[in-house]
């Protein structure tokens, strides 16, 4: 696991010096503090800081081919590495090293940009071409490894961190104020758009081709959710236990001490059952709790450890969040408004005590239709022409009833009343359609514009099939795996996602309605076979989300730390949100009237974001 980072000239000025590049690397150290490594020609420059994890030894970057002709840098692991490498030795190549680097490389001299398709894993890399003066990038398939692209008409600069392009000479911290409404309606910035001006995302499953100052993206995977399975359960069963053993047992190739994400879930505690099937020791587990019981998982986690009997580490968060939000804000790299982000930046410091890799269980909300949110809108669906009479009655009782009760039956009267797909993506979003037009004066829809695209109004999928799509291709991308990427790197660990591996999702998404959703509860399938390794009483409970007592904390010292933030000059003379509408939220939340935890933690994320990229000159 590494960062990397790089410059590449349109062919008519030079790439700046080396000290930019060093400049770059610096800014990503946490992502790999065992090692660095520069190249530089007139035309090209490719840094990366290195995490090892395979070949501790060996895996120096960047790999160059024998003649010096050719330069990788790369981020990731790469699981079938092994069978590639054997593939090329019988084609008569000659490696250096063990590392999965190197057959990127090699494959790359054998195949070309073929290659690509041929990788099993997460990856984001860079490969200079000096014989033709060529940039080939490619990002894995969905996304798991970031990259940034900043391109002007003198050069292509890239990272896998926004905060290394902030050093490149010439880079403007203009920010483009026409995302800030999927940002308030989503809490992140969708790709392929950035939160500065002239930067954007290299898109999941693409690589791009730069040459000559023209960028060129090509796609090379795409999820396809046909044909159906046609099997009966018994046989999809057995089909799915293989594909997680694989996707498990590939996962555990490492030179270094490991373990688990562990939180008392379906999808975590599956992904350590199958570690200890396929370890002789104890599997490490970690897992995070808070004081305030029904936002602690500690109990399920616990429980799970003793059935598996694993060596488990567990940590109860204080409700401190203003000592580490400015951390993570540095570190998500764009407004980023999930704020399960601060328990997973502590479990994996807490890991990082321990080992230098962990798996989780990401992925499988997405994969298997398990989240709350499909479940209910797949209830209002159903409801037909009954919708608007319905939405119409809601809206009657919500503004009777006081306080929370009649706050939530709005927003269920909202939702009946939108049509698809913001009817669906109303439920995703952090904030309300009120909230997002009195903080930022523009309609929900302008925020929910942004994913439409996701959606073609001609596409003749079933709709569980069209909103877990989307989810695969927004939140999970930009949320979901930006989450899990920085944090775990914040913390210089690398973290892995069994169920995330593209055979197991291409499964997954390919199965009949009934075996993922079945008497009210998604992921069927997946709990089916997970009886064959975890107790019911782990399987059956209730599905309880990776949050945090934000509510509560909004009344206590982050509240406060809110209030002078948003009393500040710096905030209220920025323009970006109104502070009237943001004075009300944080009164109205005080007073226990609403609950606005989420938009109130939208405003101060961005604004602490805004201080720290935009208004500070300097780096941390």
């Given at each position: 696991?590494?960062?990397?980072?790089?410059?590449?000239?349109?062919?008519?000025?030079?790439?700046?010096?080396?000290?930019?590049?060093?400049?770059?690397?610096?800014?990503?150290?946490?992502?790999?503090?065992?090692?660095?490594?520069?190249?530089?020609?007139?035309?090209?420059?490719?840094?990366?800081?290195?995490?090892?994890?395979?070949?501790?030894?060996?895996?120096?970057?960047?790999?160059?081919?024998?003649?010096?002709?050719?330069?990788?840098?790369?981020?990731?692991?790469?699981?079938?590495?092994?069978?590639?490498?054997?593939?090329?030795?019988?084609?008569?190549?000659?490696?250096?090293?063990?590392?999965?680097?190197?057959?990127?490389?090699?494959?790359?001299?054998?195949?070309?940009?073929?290659?690509?398709?041929?990788?099993?894993?997460?990856?984001?890399?860079?490969?200079?071409?000096?014989?033709?003066?060529?940039?080939?990038?490619?990002?894995?398939?969905?996304?798991?490894?970031?990259?940034?692209?900043?391109?002007?008409?003198?050069?292509?600069?890239?990272?896998?961190?926004?905060?290394?392009?902030?050093?490149?000479?010439?880079?403007?911290?203009?920010v483009d104020h026409s995302v800030l409404p999927a940002y308030l309606a989503f809490g992140y910035v969708p790709t392929p758009r950035a939160i500065f001006r002239d930067v954007s995302k290299l898109p999941p499953g693409h690589y791009a081709l730069y040459r000559s100052g023209k960028l060129e993206l090509k796609r090379y995977w795409q999820l396809d959710f046909s044909p159906t399975f046609a099997g009966d359960e018994s046989e999809a069963q057995e089909q799915l236990a293989q594909l997680l053993a694989r996707a498990v047992s590939d996962r555990l190739v490492a030179d270094v001490p490991f373990g688990a994400f562990l939180s008392g879930g379906?999808?975590?505690?599956?992904?350590?059952?199958?570690?200890?099937?396929?370890?002789?020791?104890?599997?490490?587990?970690?897992?995070?709790?808070?004081?305030?019981?029904?936002?602690?998982?500690?109990?399920?986690?616990?429980?799970?450890?003793?059935?598996?009997?694993?060596?488990?580490?567990?940590?109860?968060?204080?409700?401190?969040?203003?000592?580490?939000?400015?951390?993570?804000?540095?570190?998500?790299?764009?407004?980023?408004?999930?704020?399960?982000?601060?328990?997973?930046?502590?479990?994996?410091?807490?890991?990082?005590?321990?080992?230098?890799?962990?798996?989780?269980?990401?992925?499988?909300?997405?994969?298997?239709?398990?989240?709350?949110?499909?479940?209910?809108?797949?209830?209002?669906?159903?409801?037909?022409?009954?919708?608007?009479?319905?939405?119409?009655?809601?809206?009657?009782?919500?503004?009777?009833?006081?306080?929370?009760?009649?706050?939530?039956?709005?927003?269920?009267?909202?939702?009946?009343?939108?049509?698809?797909?913001?009817?669906?993506?109303?439920?995703?979003?952090?904030?309300?359609?009120?909230?997002?037009?009195?903080?930022?004066?523009?309609?929900?829809?302008?925020?929910?514009?942004?994913?439409?695209?996701?959606?073609?109004?001609?596409?003749?999928?079933?709709?569980?099939?069209?909103?877990?799509?989307?989810?695969?291709?927004?939140?999970?991308?930009?949320?979901?795996?930006?989450?899990?990427?920085?944090?775990?790197?914040?913390?210089?660990?690398?973290?892995?996602?069994?169920?995330?591996?593209?055979?197991?999702?291409?499964?997954?998404?390919?199965?009949?309605?009934?075996?993922?959703?079945?008497?009210?509860?998604?992921?069927?399938?997946?709990?089916?076979?997970?009886?064959?390794?975890?107790?019911?009483?782990?399987?059956?409970?209730?599905?309880?989300?990776?949050?945090?007592?934000?509510?509560?904390?909004?009344?206590?010292?982050?509240?406060?730390?809110?209030?002078?933030?948003?009393?500040?000059?710096?905030?209220?003379?920025?323009?970006?949100?109104?502070?009237?509408?943001?004075?009300?939220?944080?009164?109205a939340h005080r007073c226990g009237n609403a609950d606005h935890a989420e938009p109130l933690w939208q405003a101060l994320c961005l604004e602490l974001w805004a201080r720290r990229f935009v208004d500070a000159a300097g780096m941390p």
């Open positions: 696991m590494c960062g990397i980072i790089g410059i590449v000239s349109a062919g008519v000025q030079p790439v700046p010096p080396r000290a930019i590049g060093e400049a770059m690397n610096a800014a990503i150290v946490h992502r790999g503090p065992d090692d660095s490594g520069l190249y530089r020609d007139d035309q090209a420059m490719l840094g990366m800081r290195r995490l090892a994890i395979i070949d501790i030894a060996g895996g120096h970057q960047p790999v160059h081919s024998d003649d010096g002709q050719v330069q990788l840098v790369f981020n990731g692991e790469i699981y079938n590495y092994r069978e590639l490498r054997a593939e090329l030795l019988k084609l008569g190549h000659v490696f250096h090293s063990a590392s999965d680097s190197e057959v990127i490389l090699r494959g790359y001299l054998q195949w070309g940009e073929a290659t690509i398709a041929r990788l099993e894993g997460m990856f984001a890399f860079a490969l200079w071409d000096r014989r033709d003066q060529r940039l080939l990038l490619a990002r894995d398939r969905l996304g798991k490894k970031p990259l940034f692209l900043w391109q002007t008409g003198q050069h292509l600069a890239f990272a896998s961190e926004l905060k290394s392009l902030l050093v490149v000479p010439g880079f403007a911290r203009e379906l999808d975590s505690s599956v992904v350590v059952a199958l570690m200890a099937r396929h370890m002789s020791q104890p599997v490490k587990t970690f897992s995070i709790g808070f004081r305030e019981a029904r936002y602690s998982e500690l109990s399920g986690a616990r429980r799970v450890a003793d059935h598996l009997r694993t060596e488990h580490h567990e940590l109860v968060v204080e409700p401190d969040a203003t000592r580490l939000i400015e951390n993570l804000v540095w570190h998500l790299d764009e407004p980023f408004a999930d704020s399960s982000a601060l328990p997973t930046f502590l479990v994996s410091e807490l890991a990082g005590q321990h080992v230098k890799m962990v798996l989780s269980g990401d992925g499988g909300d997405e994969a298997f239709a398990g989240y709350d949110r499909y479940l209910r809108f797949l209830q209002l669906e159903r409801l037909g022409l009954l919708k608007k009479p319905l939405a119409l009655g809601l809206a009657v009782a919500g503004r009777v009833l006081p306080g929370l009760r009649g706050f939530r039956l709005r927003r269920i009267a909202q939702r009946l009343r939108e049509g698809f797909p913001d009817s669906y993506l109303s439920g995703v979003a952090l904030s309300r359609p009120e909230q997002m037009a009195a903080m930022l004066g523009t309609s929900a829809s302008e925020g929910y514009r942004a994913l439409h695209p996701l959606f073609d109004p001609a596409d003749p999928r079933p709709v569980l099939d069209r909103i877990v799509d989307a989810d695969i291709r927004s939140y999970l991308l930009d949320d979901i795996l930006v989450k899990l990427d920085r944090m775990s790197m914040a913390a210089s660990i690398e973290g892995r996602a069994p169920l995330l591996d593209h055979r197991v999702v291409e499964f997954a998404v390919r199965l009949p309605v009934s075996m993922r959703i079945r008497d009210g509860r998604g992921k069927h399938l997946l709990r089916e076979v997970a009886r064959r390794w975890l107790p019911s009483d782990v399987l059956d409970k209730p599905k309880q989300g990776f949050a945090i007592p934000l509510p509560e904390w909004f009344r206590g010292s982050l509240g406060q730390m809110a209030g002078d933030t948003f009393a500040s000059r710096v905030f209220r003379e920025r323009g970006w949100l109104a502070p009237t509408a943001i004075d009300a939220l944080l009164q």
